[in-house]
Nanobody, 126 residues
């Protein structure tokens, strides 16, 4: 069992930056593929970024060049650095963990994740 806790959300002006953190419990964080998803009101949950055990990462096309995903296995923590934020980035951001992924594999499908955090709200004002 893995527990995930997101933090770092808040209100920011368009063009600004935020860093989200996802802290994981347990001693096996380094073996998980991790991911960030977001859900805006009235919309489906959508993929943002994923990082594999190896450190290989994937970002959705709309976030490339603006967001960076990283992980610190020593701290059991994953991060999402967001810059040049837009109003359409407003959503609840969730982190997720997949316990069965091969070393270099990232996942964009939320069904491939086993554990989810409660989410952190990001609001971008225009």
């Amino acid at each position: 069992q893995v527990q995930l806790v997101e933090s770092g959300g808040g209100l920011v002006q368009a063009g600004g930056s935020l860093r989200l953190s996802c802290a994981a419990s347990g001693r096996t964080f380094s073996t998980y593929t991790m991911g960030w998803f977001r859900q805006a009101p009235g919309k489906e949950r959508e993929f943002v970024a994923s990082i594999a055990r190896s450190g290989a990462s994937t970002l959705s096309d709309s976030e490339k060049g603006r967001f960076t995903i990283s992980r610190d296995n020593a701290k059991n923590t994953m991060y999402l650095e967001m810059s040049r934020l837009k109003s359409e980035d407003t959503a609840v951001y969730y982190c997720a963990a997949s316990g069965v992924a091969p070393s270099g594999r990232t996942y964009s499908n939320p069904q491939q994740y086993d554990y989810w955090g409660q989410g952190t709200q990001v609001t971008v004002s225009s």
